[in-house]
């Protein structure tokens, strides 16, 4: 695991703002233990991989942080910190400014203040359960009588417009937005204040995944509600994230705000990443001609100096040898040694 003399700085324009923080990970690594050969437990060595590694990150009230990277970037292991799946092996999270670790270990206020919706809504309800007994769930371990809990269900299905009919039946007999409306029923059901989006709409049809954006939307305006948005597809972020976090290799590679990040990526890695969203106009510097090739390096030995150097067209000696400082340009803040000339290139393109 690398040391790192400055953290990520996810300050901006934006940020800087007096907002309430309502998500803080200051330092934040989780290591994870591998199962080891027989030798390697005869002679007490313990090989360990890192999926996130020293990260600070903060997400504000009733904004949109979008995380973004290639599987096994650490994306979801990051989200799995906040809704307390996994507990820090080093660092400190914070919810609404308390310290919280593991599900088990936190209070019931904290719990109803983080609701999940997973990309497949279908196999996240319990096919035991009808709508109306998986709505329930939450709101039984909340303590909500019987009485409180129909009258709740009946605000909860109004709230993402899917009618009453549908509360007996089942998750396969729903189709794949009527279960997905479900699931963001129950993610709500004990006012959160977070909600951790995991591949929201991924698995939806076009027409449907419109829709399901549009409800979210919504929701997140008239409740205040503070979303950590977990994709792949970018134009999702895009289009509904207020703040982008880079990830490659359990690290944060840049923070910014969404639009400039977009039109003008401050690292390599990010620029890799938009250059692969569909209908992208073709540019002609080095760093416009890149296409991002090869795997990412094993967790377990991961490369130095720069973790993206492995894969970057434009790596010299220093990132192969030394980790680089987080450099603030403009509204993103990014850890690569040319972050500027990144960010300049770009513009020169946009603006020959």
Same mark, same amino acid.
């Given at each position: 695991?690398?040391?790192?003399?400055?953290?990520?700085?996810?300050?901006?324009?934006?940020?800087?703002?007096?907002?309430?923080?309502?998500?803080?990970?200051?330092?934040?690594?989780?290591?994870?233990?591998?199962?080891?050969?027989?030798?390697?437990?005869?002679?007490?060595?313990?090989?360990?991989?890192?999926?996130?590694?020293?990260?600070?990150?903060?997400?504000?009230?009733?904004?949109?942080?979008?995380?973004?990277?290639?599987?096994?970037?650490?994306?979801?292991?990051?989200?799995?910190?906040?809704?307390?799946?996994?507990?820090?092996?080093?660092?400190?999270?914070?919810?609404?400014?308390?310290?919280?670790?593991?599900?088990?270990? =936190?209070?019931?206020? /904290?719990?109803?203040? +983080?609701?999940?919706?997973?990309?497949?809504? %279908?196999? *996240? @309800?319990?096919?035991? !359960?009808?709508?109306?007994?998986?709505?329930?769930?939450?709101?039984?371990?909340?303590?909500?009588?019987?009485?409180?809990?129909?009258?709740?269900?009946?605000?909860?299905?109004?709230?993402?417009?899917?009618?009453?009919?549908?509360?007996?039946?089942?998750?396969?007999?729903?189709?794949?937005?009527?279960?997905?409306?479900?699931?963001?029923?129950?993610?709500?059901?004990?006012?959160? =204040?977070?909600?951790? /989006?995991?591949?929201? +709409?991924?698995?939806?049809?076009?027409?449907? %995944?419109? *829709? @399901?954006?549009?409800? !979210?939307?919504?929701?997140?305006?008239?409740?205040?509600?503070?979303?950590?948005?977990?994709?792949?597809?970018?134009?999702?972020?895009?289009?509904?994230?207020?703040?982008?976090?880079?990830?490659?290799?359990?690290?944060?590679?840049?923070?910014?705000?969404?639009?400039?990040?977009?039109?003008?990526?401050?690292?390599?890695?990010?620029?890799?990443?938009?250059?692969?969203?569909?209908?992208?106009?073709?540019?002609?510097?080095?760093?416009?001609?890149?296409?991002?090739?090869?795997?990412?390096? *094993?967790?377990?030995?991961?490369?130095?100096?720069?973790?993206?150097?492995?894969?970057?067209?434009?790596?010299?000696?220093?990132?192969?040898?030394?980790?680089?400082?987080?450099?603030?340009?403009?509204?993103?803040?990014?850890?690569?040694?040319?972050?500027?000339?990144?960010?300049?290139?770009?513009?020169?393109?946009?603006?020959?």
């Amino acid at each position: 695991m690398s040391s790192h003399a400055k953290h990520m700085s996810d300050d901006s324009d934006e940020t800087r703002k007096p907002r309430e923080a309502v998500i803080e990970l200051e330092n934040v690594t989780k290591e994870f233990a591998l199962e080891d050969s027989l030798l390697d437990q005869l002679m007490g060595r313990r090989t360990t991989i890192t999926a996130v590694s020293n990260v600070s990150l903060t997400a504000y009230e009733g904004e949109t942080l979008g995380i973004v990277g290639e599987s096994g970037s650490g994306k979801s292991t990051l989200a799995n910190l906040i809704t307390g799946l996994h507990t820090p092996t080093q660092g400190t999270v914070r919810i609404n400014g308390e310290e919280v670790s593991s599900v088990t270990r =936190r209070s019931p206020e /904290l719990l109803a203040d +983080v609701g999940v919706i997973f990309q497949n809504a %279908k196999s *996240s @309800i319990d096919p035991r !359960l009808t709508v109306r007994q998986a709505i329930a769930e939450p709101l039984k371990t909340q303590g909500y009588g019987r009485t409180e809990r129909q009258e709740r269900i009946s605000e909860l299905l109004e709230l993402v417009n899917l009618s009453e009919r549908y509360t007996d039946r089942y998750a396969h007999e729903l189709s794949g937005g009527q279960a997905q409306r479900v699931a963001i029923a129950r993610a709500i059901a004990t006012e959160p =204040r977070v909600l951790i /989006l995991d591949e929201p +709409v991924s698995a939806l049809d076009v027409s449907v %995944k419109g *829709s @399901i954006i549009n409800l !979210l939307m919504r929701l997140q305006r008239e409740f205040g509600l503070t979303y950590v948005l977990i994709s792949h597809d970018l134009s999702v972020v895009r289009h509904i994230a207020d703040r982008i976090a880079v990830m490659y290799l359990g690290e944060l590679m840049e923070v910014g705000s969404a639009e400039p990040l977009f039109e003008t990526p401050a690292h390599p890695y990010t620029k890799a990443l938009l250059e692969a969203i569909p209908d992208t106009d073709p540019t002609t510097s080095v760093l416009d001609a890149f296409v991002l090739e090869g795997d990412v390096p *094993s967790p377990v030995d991961p490369p130095s100096g720069c973790v993206f150097h492995t894969r970057c067209p434009i790596a010299e000696d220093r990132c192969r040898r030394d980790v680089p400082p987080v450099v603030d340009v403009e509204t993103s803040a990014s850890r690569c040694h040319f972050a500027k000339r990144v960010r300049a290139e770009k513009e020169e393109v946009q603006n020959p």
